[in-house]
């Protein structure tokens, strides 16, 4: 189970792991939504003032705020996140399209049983989201891009500044986002929930200088077709943990690797979050992700309870050593009996060589140690997933309380 970045890295060079890297973030949100070639995501990237346009959009079927082949701005949707062992974020049929969901019914189940995990059923809730189209004003004026967001982080603002406006009925900003001359958004985006990401505390609508032009208008896509919605079935396979539909185009690449592909060469720097999660899991170590960690943290939690592959300063490994244990130095010893749960304790009065001899009583003493505490074989119970995995999907607020007075309006 060691972890091969020194010599991942000579072999395929950094470009190679960033790229891969790269890609399989934007698949992230591949479960949920399709983006049509060459339409770039949009995100905020710091605190403060951001100034977008919103672009509306001709819309398609099931939006639930306004009519097919109307202008509007937005499609509000609903996810499960932290579905089965891959922890997937999937659109919400039932509450998004008004069709079965096994989630939902799984959800609701939970809530009835008095002995459910109450963090799973929590993980498990529909949470909603929306996704509209915009063009950064400072940053990129050129390009219309897809903006996929929590309620929690961008909805509620937008709505509480419409519903403030509304007071007025006869200067409302209803049609903020109409070609001409309409309104460009001021957002103050602060630091997001445990600090993650970052979310629009308070929204401005500042006139337009000039309307839309054609070049970005024509920009814009049916958002109402982005929405990828798995079968029953599938929802219930990925439930369960058996992944989803066998031949599933939807599946993620890389997610239902066995451990055995892994531990043989291990690319962290390739490995997104859940695959790093996925990692620890399988490998049993002793690292515990939380939410505020970034991916380049959980890799580092990682490379650090790994045993190096190779000694640091490219030492040659002493030849004709007794054993191993020679080879390793005091802290390399530690490491070997924390990785290998070892019963050894050690001691200030220990010289290195006093820790060789527990460790190799230690050894003696029996076959591999089994780890404590470790699933048994197959599909880790549910309950026991989310407890292990302090961060949910995220790291965003929870099922965020509706409120009916800032419902957004219809043109
Ligand atoms: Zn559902």
């Known amino acids: 189970m060691s972890v091969r970045t020194r010599k991942q890295e000579r072999r395929g060079g950094v470009t190679e792991g960033t790229q891969r890297r790269r890609e399989q973030s934007q698949q992230m949100g591949g479960d949920i939504l399709k983006l049509p070639e060459g339409m770039e995501s949009f995100s905020i990237e710091s605190a403060g003032v951001i100034r977008i346009d919103v672009i509306p959009y001709k819309v398609g079927p099931g939006n639930p705020y306004a009519a097919p082949d109307t202008q509007y701005w937005e ?16 659109v919400c049929p039932a509450k998004t399209l008004k069709k079965p969901c096994p989630i939902c019914e799984e959800v609701s189940r939970m809530d009835k049983d008095p002995n459910a995990d109450d963090e799973m059923a929590k993980a498990l809730a529909p949470s909603r989201r929306m996704v509209l189209h915009v063009r950064d004003l400072k940053k990129d004026p050129d390009k219309v891009k897809i903006w996929h967001i929590s309620h929690a982080y961008f909805g509620k603002a937008i709505d509480e500044a419409l519903q403030a406006e509304y007071e007025d009925k006869e200067n ?61 079935d599938e929802l219930k396979r990925m439930l369960h943990g058996t992944g989803p539909a066998e031949g599933s185009k939807k599946t993620k690449t890389g997610k239902d690797q066995t451990p055995a592909e892994e531990t043989a060469d291990t690319d962290l720097a390739g490995m997104d979050r859940t695959e790093l999660k996925q990692y620890i899991k399988e490998n049993n170590l002793d690292v515990k992700v939380f939410k505020n960690m970034s991916d380049d943290d959980i890799r580092d939690a990682i490379t650090a309870v790994s045993e190096p592959e190779e000694p640091e300063g490219e030492e040659p490994e002493p030849e004709g050593a007794a054993d191993e244990f020679d080879a390793l130095d005091r802290t390399e010893l530690k490491e070997y009996i924390k990785e290998n749960k070892l019963e050894v304790k050690v001691f200030k009065n220990m010289s290195d060589d006093d820790i060789r001899e527990a460790i190799r009583t230690a050894e003696g003493a029996g076959e591999e140690p089994e780890p404590e505490g470790e699933e048994p074989a197959g599909e880790p119970g549910e309950g026991d997933w989310a407890k292990e995995w302090p961060e949910e999907a995220e790291g965003e607020p929870e099922a965020e309380p509706e409120k009916p007075a800032t ?3 219809k043109k």
């Open 75 to 90: 499609r509000t949707f609903f996810i499960h996140r932290g579905v089965g062992v891959n922890e997937q974020w999937v």
């Open 172 to 232: 409302n900003k209803d049609n903020f986002c109409a070609e001409s001359p309409g309104y460009y958004l001021k957002c103050q985006a602060e630091t997001g929930w445990q600090g993650h990401g970052f979310s629009v505390e308070r929204v401005d609508f500042v006139p337009r200088k000039e309307g839309l032009d054609q070049d970005i208008l024509s920009q814009a896509v049916c958002l109402d077709k982005l929405l990828v919605i798995h079968t029953y």
């Open 407 to 409: 419902r957004r309006r």
